[in-house]
């Protein structure tokens, strides 16, 4: 079984603080996400990265950066949290493009 | 107009009925389509995926796809309460680049 796994399943952060949230996989995917997801906006891709050391932007990409040093893991980073970052976020990988995403068990992120 | 539209709900069927979900998207270059069902408090998981015009069957799950209509949707027979979940459409462009609808959040009565 394909196993994606985020580093932390709640986090309560500062307002300024810089954040990171860790990701990893243990299927040799080549892909992997950064989503939050929003009560009454969906899913919304953050960025993604096809390769180690390549990243993507996706729709909302202001405020965060992200890091994949190494092909199993994907880092997203808060330059600077601030409370409209507060939110559940979830990690993805997937074997190839245009197929299924596996999802992690998600960070509820509050910002205070 | 979003990329990826959904029918809001939230959709309530009695137990042993149909459920029907539906999904339109904008974007005509779309390669590979997914439905996701999320539990609450849950990660999303994949329950079908179809990438050629048509039906594709498994189990008690449908799902249809229309490139022409740009329209894809979900029917789950003999409804379950245990299908009681929301449902994610996720359409996947050419570039790889997945864009979920808010999703449907169904209940299934028993």
């Known amino acids: 079984d394909v196993k994606v796994t985020q580093s932390s399943r709640y986090l309560v952060k500062r307002t300024g603080e810089k954040v990171f949230l860790e990701c990893v996989q243990d299927m040799d995917h080549e892909n992997m996400f950064w989503y939050r997801q929003d009560p009454g906006l969906g899913l919304r891709l953050i960025y993604f990265s096809y390769d180690v050391k390549m990243k993507e932007k996706g729709d909302i990409p202001e405020g965060y950066s992200v890091s994949r040093e190494k092909k199993e893991r994907f880092s997203l980073i808060l330059e600077s949290a601030s409370t409209n970052q507060t939110s559940m976020y979830l990690c993805?990988?997937?074997?190839?493009?245009?197929?299924?995403?596996?999802f992690g068990q998600g960070t509820r992120l509050t910002v205070v | 107009q979003k990329e990826v539209e959904q029918n809001s709900g939230p959709l309530s069927v009695p137990e042993g009925a149909i459920a029907s979900l539906n999904c339109t998207y904008s974007?005509?270059?779309?390669?590979?389509f997914f439905w996701y069902r999320q539990y609450s408090g849950k990660s999303p998981e994949l329950i079908m995926f179809?990438?050629?015009?048509g039906d594709k069957e498994d189990g008690r799950f449908t799902a249809q796809l229309n490139k022409a209509s740009q329209y894809v949707s979900l029917l789950i027979r003999d409804s379950q309460p245990s299908d009681s979940a929301t449902y994610l459409c996720?359409?996947?462009?050419?570039?790889?680049?997945?864009?979920f609808g808010d999703g449907t959040t169904l209940t299934v009565k028993p």
């Open positions: 179809i990438y050629s015009n």
């Open positions: 993805a990988s997937s074997r190839i493009m245009n197929t299924e995403a596996f």
């Open positions: 974007d005509r270059g779309s390669q590979s």
């Open positions: 996720a359409v996947n462009t050419n570039a790889g680049k997945s864009t």
